[in-house]
């Protein structure tokens, strides 16, 4: 009986939690005394830099943390201020009171201004926004497609199209350039990427001259793991999901004396079933009936892919750093489509049956190189010299069989097609930065790209003996080139609490078209001014204002210059148009970031003002088939108000949230058709994260778009659940996630067209939203969060 009641004994203490100790101290401001309140505390374990506790300070600077006894030490963060970090704690019973602590006001730049808290998978700056990927349970496991669909004011429709804020021309950067992982404006591409390898997502609404003009939306900027601390660490990781969704990879990190040597690796398995249905109905002039047909198309498309990446930085002394790298992508994709067609008269009734069936064999390969060379001075940290230089060589191929049977019709009719696009991309760049003092600095660079892209496209039809032979209408090859020239200069001061940011960019473009085999080409050359300024002014410790204003372009991807895109579809067809030209946009913007004393809140107002509107217009034909035609079709004037809310409610419940209100009025006409229309629209996501325990966590958000009037009609509503968890296992150096994806599957691009002569409705997945990954991730002298302001790498602006 007495070793019963000692192993319950054991036992039971054993689940009851160790005695905390209270970490106590004052802050005060460091020139004036005056107590800082409101400012985070962060107390991290010495041995693994794992998070023990965390909480804000009192009005009166006090400050208290219940932590378990050992080593630790304290951060410090308050917006404006240097981070404070001290030391080597000791804590035993009773406790351990600092006494008071001092903290100096920031001389940073304007742009570097930023609130972070431990709480929140978000770090928000004034003029951008930081998103944690790690912090998101509902994002482990997935895509880079999926993980972008989770970051406020981004959405990510089903067919891969990504927007910001409403709107079009978003550029996608992979650590501050463009990527041979997201080359020639693949959407797809993001459905391939893994999304274990990425650290962060940036949202830049309004980005500075030191940015390429490019993406009048603004830029999304996607930080891949790189780590800096001495010795040897990283993460591994295992992903299992339904639909089929296999994966692995690590991100591996080893410093010694002055080399640090960096490696990326993940390869996958995934199959992405999807498809759609839709009704279309073509009307003659007088309003009777042409023809009526229904659709629906069952797809599944996937297959293996992986990338690897392996540099190293070279510390050559205090002032000179030498960072090269090597990146590889591959994959090989098996997709299969099969569109059924039924084709009514009059009196609705069925007609006719077609089944097409398509076979694609998919080839992708990706190489890039990169070269970088930073130098510091030693008058100031923030006086440096960078020059980069990057180069990518992309090869793709597609292959497809197709077979179409119709009723009434007793021998099938065989096509295939096929398309090859290669590109090669060289970047140039160098930048160079003088601070005059911590407050007033100028800056200034010079950027070349050099890209060319081939694109051949065939489709070939079997005769009655069997023979292919090709569609001339179908034919052709496509070779795209982009020379951009680019100059920046910025100056920027901080007078007091008002600060003022001012630059100018330069870019000449030199951009050709041709179609090799028809003959035509289409050049353009053109010289522009990309103006920016902002204004920022600190009304309190916790409160700042800033006025922003930019001028961007938005160059068409080169596939919406293809004159052709797949032959799936034939009634259907997507197709390019070399003849199209950039937009043009001038954005105005005005936002408030407010600390709160358990979280923050960022409210903006926008303008954008856009020329050269591009939109993809379904044209329809007298054959009873379609185009979807990109078209510069006129001017567009968009606004609206965006709020960004995080708060701890308590101790073991966090809430964020995002809400966008947008209006726009799009006027313009193609071939005498007006199709000027007024949008109105909002979307928002929420989330709570519960703290269940020191060791398992839950979060669940739901995200809601409205619908939106469009040139010619209307998109529906969609909305998604997401849920996930995770548990710390193995003493902390393990985290096993569970999350679901959309659980009703209701994430479906839904639209109508009203047209005179034409009217259509249609649902359509490009692939199921709905999905369930459980994945594990084991970390090697790693903490399971990487900080802000503690990690080696950081996250600071790149120039581009």
Same mark, same amino acid.
């Given at each position: 009986m007495r070793r019963i009641l000692l192993y319950a004994t054991l036992f039971l203490g054993g689940l009851l939690p160790a005695q905390s100790f209270p970490l106590a101290g004052t802050l005060v401001q460091d020139e004036s005394g005056q107590p800082l309140g409101f400012a985070t505390a962060?107390?991290?374990?010495?041995?693994?830099?794992?998070?023990?506790?965390?909480?804000?300070?009192?009005?009166?600077?006090?400050?208290?943390?219940?932590?378990?006894?050992?080593?630790?030490?304290?951060?410090?963060?308050?917006?404006?201020?240097?981070?404070?970090?001290?030391?080597?704690?000791?804590?035993?019973?009773?406790?351990?009171?600092?006494?008071?602590?001092?903290?100096?006001?920031?001389?940073?730049?304007?742009?570097?201004?930023?609130?972070?808290?431990?709480?929140?998978?978000?770090?928000?700056?004034?003029?951008?926004?930081?998103?944690?990927?790690?912090?998101?349970?509902?994002?482990?496991?997935?895509?880079?497609?999926?993980?972008?669909?989770?970051?406020?004011?981004?959405?990510?429709?089903?067919?891969?199209?990504?927007?910001?804020?409403?709107?079009?021309?978003?550029?996608?950067l992979v650590d501050g350039k463009p990527s041979a992982m997201l080359s020639s404006g693949d959407l797809d591409a993001l459905r391939r990427m893994q999304g274990d390898i990425i650290e962060s997502v940036e949202v830049i609404t309004n980005p500075s001259a030191r940015y390429e003009a490019e993406g009048e939306a603004g830029i999304i900027n996607i930080i891949l793991k790189k780590d800096q601390r001495k010795g040897i660490n990283g993460s591994f990781g295992a992903t299992v999901g339904y639909p089929e969704n296999l994966g692995a990879s690590y991100s591996l990190n080893y410093r010694r004396n002055r080399f640090n040597l960096f490696s990326n690796f993940g390869i996958s398995y995934r199959r992405a079933p999807g498809g759609g249905s839709s009704r279309q109905r073509f009307l003659n002039a007088d309003g009777s009936l042409q023809a009526l047909y229904d659709s629906e198309t069952d797809q599944d498309r996937g297959g293996v892919g992986g990338n690897f990446q392996l540099g190293t930085d070279w510390f050559i002394n205090d002032r000179n750093q030498l960072t090269g790298s090597l990146l590889y992508?591959?994959?090989?994709?098996?997709?299969?489509? +099969?569109?059924?067609? $039924?084709? #009514?008269? /009059?009196?609705?009734?069925?007609?006719? *049956?077609?089944?097409?069936?398509?076979?694609? @064999?998919?080839?992708?390969?990706?190489?890039?190189?990169? +070269?970088?060379?930073? $130098?510091? #001075?030693? /008058?100031?940290?923030?006086?440096?010299? *960078?020059?980069?230089?990057?180069?990518?060589? @992309?090869?793709?191929?597609?292959?497809?069989?197709?077979?179409?049977?119709?009723?009434?019709?007793?021998?099938?009719?065989?096509?295939?097609?096929?398309?090859?696009?290669?590109?090669?991309?060289?970047?140039?760049?160098?930048?160079?930065?003088?601070?005059?003092?911590?407050?007033?600095?100028?800056?200034?660079?010079?950027?070349?790209?050099?890209?060319?892209v081939r694109n051949a496209f065939s489709v070939e039809e079997a005769d009655e003996t069997g023979v292919y032979r090709v569609f001339a209408e179908f034919d052709d090859e496509l070779e795209y080139t982009e020379n951009i020239a680019a100059a920046y200069f910025i100056g920027s001061g901080e007078f007091g609490k008002l600060g003022i940011q001012a630059g100018l960019r330069g870019e000449l473009s030199d951009v050709t078209a041709a179609l090799l085999k028809s003959g035509s080409t289409n050049e353009q050359d053109y010289?522009?001014?990309?103006?920016?300024?902002?204004?920022?002014?600190?009304?309190?410790?916790?409160?700042?204002?800033?006025?922003?204003?930019?001028?961007?372009?938005?160059?068409?991807?080169?596939?919406?210059?293809?004159?052709?895109?797949?032959?799936?579809?034939?009634?259907?067809?997507?197709?390019?148009?070399?003849?199209?030209?950039?937009?043009?946009?001038?954005?105005?913007?005005?936002?408030?970031?407010?600390?709160?004393?358990?979280?923050?809140?960022?409210?903006?107002?926008?303008?954008?003002?856009?020329?050269?509107?591009?939109?993809?217009?379904?044209?329809?034909?007298?054959?009873?088939?379609?185009?979807?035609?990109?078209?510069?079709?006129?001017?567009?004037?968009?606004?609206?108000?965006?709020?960004?809310?995080?708060?701890?409610?308590?101790?073991?419940?966090?809430?964020?949230?995002?809400?966008?209100?947008?209006?726009?009025?799009?006027?313009?006409?193609?071939?005498?058709?007006d199709y000027a229309v007024d949008v109105s629209s909002w979307n928002g996501r929420a989330a709570a994260t519960f703290d269940l325990t020191d060791r398992l966590q839950t979060q669940v958000s739901f995200e809601y778009d409205a619908p939106r009037e469009t040139p010619q009609g209307r998109e529906l509503a969609t909305y998604a659940l997401d849920v996930g968890a995770s548990l710390d296992v193995l003493d902390g150096k393990g985290t096993l996630t569970l999350s679901g994806r959309d659980l009703f599957n209701t994430r479906v691009q839904r639209t109508v067209i009203n047209q005179p002569t034409y009217v259509a409705t249609s649902d359509f997945q490009w692939r199921q939203a709905r999905q369930v990954v459980l994945s594990f991730v084991y970390r090697l002298n790693q903490a399971k969060s990487d900080q802000p302001g503690i990690d080696g790498r950081g996250e600071g602006d790149t120039p581009n």
């Amino acid at each position: 009986m007495r070793r019963i009641l000692l192993y319950a004994t054991l036992f039971l203490g054993g689940l009851l939690p160790a005695q905390s100790f209270p970490l106590a101290g004052t802050l005060v401001q460091d020139e004036s005394g005056q107590p800082l309140g409101f400012a985070t505390a962060i107390a991290y374990t010495a041995a693994d830099s794992a998070m023990a506790a965390n909480t804000t300070t009192g009005e009166d600077g006090s400050f208290t943390l219940q932590v378990k006894p050992g080593d630790y030490y304290l951060v410090i963060q308050f917006l404006g201020f240097d981070n404070l970090t001290v030391p080597d704690l000791t804590v035993e019973n009773p406790g351990l009171d600092l006494g008071t602590l001092r903290m100096g006001q920031s001389g940073v730049a304007l742009e570097t201004v930023e609130v972070t808290t431990e709480r929140s998978q978000m770090v928000m700056k004034l003029d951008k926004r930081v998103f944690n990927v790690g912090k998101d349970l509902t994002g482990a496991g997935n895509t880079a497609a999926d993980i972008l669909n989770n970051v406020p004011s981004v959405n990510v429709d089903p067919e891969g199209n990504i927007t910001l804020r409403g709107s079009n021309g978003v550029r996608i950067l992979v650590d501050g350039k463009p990527s041979a992982m997201l080359s020639s404006g693949d959407l797809d591409a993001l459905r391939r990427m893994q999304g274990d390898i990425i650290e962060s997502v940036e949202v830049i609404t309004n980005p500075s001259a030191r940015y390429e003009a490019e993406g009048e939306a603004g830029i999304i900027n996607i930080i891949l793991k790189k780590d800096q601390r001495k010795g040897i660490n990283g993460s591994f990781g295992a992903t299992v999901g339904y639909p089929e969704n296999l994966g692995a990879s690590y991100s591996l990190n080893y410093r010694r004396n002055r080399f640090n040597l960096f490696s990326n690796f993940g390869i996958s398995y995934r199959r992405a079933p999807g498809g759609g249905s839709s009704r279309q109905r073509f009307l003659n002039a007088d309003g009777s009936l042409q023809a009526l047909y229904d659709s629906e198309t069952d797809q599944d498309r996937g297959g293996v892919g992986g990338n690897f990446q392996l540099g190293t930085d070279w510390f050559i002394n205090d002032r000179n750093q030498l960072t090269g790298s090597l990146l590889y992508r591959r994959s090989e994709d098996d997709n299969l489509a +099969l569109v059924t067609y $039924r084709d #009514f008269n /009059d009196d609705r009734e069925l007609i006719s *049956t077609t089944v097409r069936d398509t076979r694609e @064999d998919s080839g992708n390969q990706n190489l890039e190189s990169s +070269l970088s060379y930073k $130098r510091t #001075f030693d /008058d100031h940290e923030d006086h440096l010299w *960078t020059i980069d230089a990057q180069y990518i060589l @992309d090869d793709d191929l597609e292959l497809s069989d197709i077979t179409q049977t119709t009723s009434g019709v007793a021998d099938p009719l065989l096509q295939r097609a096929s398309n090859t696009e290669y590109e090669t991309n060289l970047l140039l760049q160098t930048d160079y930065v003088h601070p005059f003092n911590d407050s007033l600095k100028i800056e200034g660079g010079l950027r070349s790209t050099f890209r060319t892209v081939r694109n051949a496209f065939s489709v070939e039809e079997a005769d009655e003996t069997g023979v292919y032979r090709v569609f001339a209408e179908f034919d052709d090859e496509l070779e795209y080139t982009e020379n951009i020239a680019a100059a920046y200069f910025i100056g920027s001061g901080e007078f007091g609490k008002l600060g003022i940011q001012a630059g100018l960019r330069g870019e000449l473009s030199d951009v050709t078209a041709a179609l090799l085999k028809s003959g035509s080409t289409n050049e353009q050359d053109y010289f522009n001014l990309f103006p920016s300024a902002s204004v920022s002014y600190q009304f309190t410790d916790v409160s700042q204002v800033q006025l922003s204003y930019s001028r961007r372009l938005s160059r068409p991807y080169f596939r919406l210059l293809l004159p052709f895109s797949n032959f799936n579809d034939p009634r259907n067809n997507t197709v390019g148009n070399p003849t199209l030209r950039p937009e043009y946009t001038d954005s105005y913007e005005a936002g408030l970031l407010r600390y709160l004393p358990a979280g923050s809140v960022q409210a903006s107002m926008y303008y954008r003002y856009t020329t050269g509107v591009i939109e993809r217009l379904v044209l329809p034909a007298d054959d009873g088939t379609t185009i979807r035609f990109p078209v510069n079709l006129g001017n567009r004037d968009a606004y609206g108000i965006e709020v960004n809310f995080n708060y701890d409610l308590f101790e073991w419940w966090k809430f964020t949230s995002d809400f966008n209100l947008y209006a726009a009025r799009v006027e313009g006409s193609y071939e005498d058709i007006d199709y000027a229309v007024d949008v109105s629209s909002w979307n928002g996501r929420a989330a709570a994260t519960f703290d269940l325990t020191d060791r398992l966590q839950t979060q669940v958000s739901f995200e809601y778009d409205a619908p939106r009037e469009t040139p010619q009609g209307r998109e529906l509503a969609t909305y998604a659940l997401d849920v996930g968890a995770s548990l710390d296992v193995l003493d902390g150096k393990g985290t096993l996630t569970l999350s679901g994806r959309d659980l009703f599957n209701t994430r479906v691009q839904r639209t109508v067209i009203n047209q005179p002569t034409y009217v259509a409705t249609s649902d359509f997945q490009w692939r199921q939203a709905r999905q369930v990954v459980l994945s594990f991730v084991y970390r090697l002298n790693q903490a399971k969060s990487d900080q802000p302001g503690i990690d080696g790498r950081g996250e600071g602006d790149t120039p581009n």
